[in-house]
């Protein structure tokens, strides 16, 4: 029998790995969404006011967009033309 530690570890591994998955289904959101609008990176990041870099690290994963600000998950969004359910739901 698994001890209270080893219960521990597993849900604390098990919480990382769907952060992962749910963060990269972030990314597949935001570059499908920029692809599929034909803008690029640097025509995102100056629509939302944000420095391309700033925006390469969301749609690369670096960072994620769901502990960014209210505002700048909100100008992405709007410059992307989409809902921020389809972020922040995941």
Known sequence: MANLLEI???ES????????ITQHQ???ILKAARVGKGFTQQQVANTAKI??????RFESGERNIKTA???VTMAV???????????LEH
């Not at 591994?13 to 992962?20: G, I, K």
């Not at 969004?77 to 972020?87: D, G, Q, R, S, V």
């Open 51 to 56: 420095n391309i870099r700033h925006y390469q």
């Open 13 to 20: 591994d098990e919480e990382r790995r769907l952060s992962m």
């Open 77 to 87: 969004c709007k410059a992307l033309e989409i809902m921020p359910e389809n972020i």
């Open 8 to 10: 521990v570890e597993l």
């Open 26 to 28: 972030d990314v597949n």
């Open 69 to 71: 600000s209210f505002y």
